[in-house]
């Protein structure tokens, strides 16, 4: 009996064995094959995904390129502008003030003319020439500064109050050779009233709306 069970776990032992390396044999081989085949298709993955990504990176290169930005050298304005500018700024005041006295005495003269109010009329028009002829060189000397600039901060709006302020000084210039009184004939015509009167209107016209462009018009 003893002699008998110890052969029957003899042969199981055996039979055990043979399955374990017959087992074995059939795993190695598959586990080699898989491996020779998983082995070039992740190599050609790995390959695909970083010529990807090289390809994307350089195409986001291309672009975006990172270009710096020219710089604007900075133009220094003279001490000479800084003062015609404060002078210019100031003298301005006045404008408003004077238009609107020689509109009044204008009228009134027109109306029930005298001798007292044609003085204080042509003297407050000697002041508007005065303020103009200011206002005309501290202006003008300033412009041809600025222009030197070259990236300068309202620059068209600089120049249509030059250009506006310009021909309202020359009509004032013109007023005084039309006023009634004056000389009875001139080069280019007769002068008169209602002459003096329309060139006078139309020069504060003009130089309020250039007074008033720089006043509101922004820095």
């Known amino acids: 009996m003893l002699f008998s ?5 003899t042969r199981d032992t055996r039979a055990v ?6 087992l074995t044999a059939l795993v190695m081989p598959a586990h080699r094959a898989a491996a020779q085949v998983d082995g070039p298709i992740h190599a050609a993955i790995a390959t695909a995904v970083n010529s990807t990504t090289l390809t994307g990176s350089n195409a986001s290169e291309r672009e975006d390129p990172q270009t710096p930005t020219p710089r ?3 133009f220094e304005y003279s001490d000479g502008y800084k003062t015609r500018a404060k002078i210019h700024k100031y003298a301005s005041f006045a404008t408003l003030p004077l238009f609107a006295t020689e509109l009044a005495l204008g009228q009134s003269l027109y109306n029930t003319p005298t001798d007292s109010k044609k003085s204080a009329h042509i003297a407050v028009g000697t002041g508007i020439i005065g303020l103009y002829g200011v206002q005309g060189v501290t202006g003008v000397m300033n412009l041809l500064e600025a222009n030197k600039d070259p990236n300068p901060a309202g620059k068209k709006r ?12 020359a009509g004032f210039a013109i007023t005084p050779m039309v006023a009634p009184g004056h000389r009875d004939q001139l080069e280019f015509g007769s002068s008169s009233a209602s002459t003096h009167r329309a060139v006078a209107f139309t020069s504060i016209g003009v130089g309020t709306a250039g007074y008033l462009l720089m006043l509101f018009g922004g820095k």
């Open 72 to 74: 604007v050298a900075a």
């Open 17 to 22: 064995l043979v399955a374990g390396f017959a």
């Open 5 to 9: 069970a110890a052969m029957r776990q």
């Open 158 to 169: 600089r120049m249509t109050h030059a250009i506006l302020m310009l021909a309202s000084g």
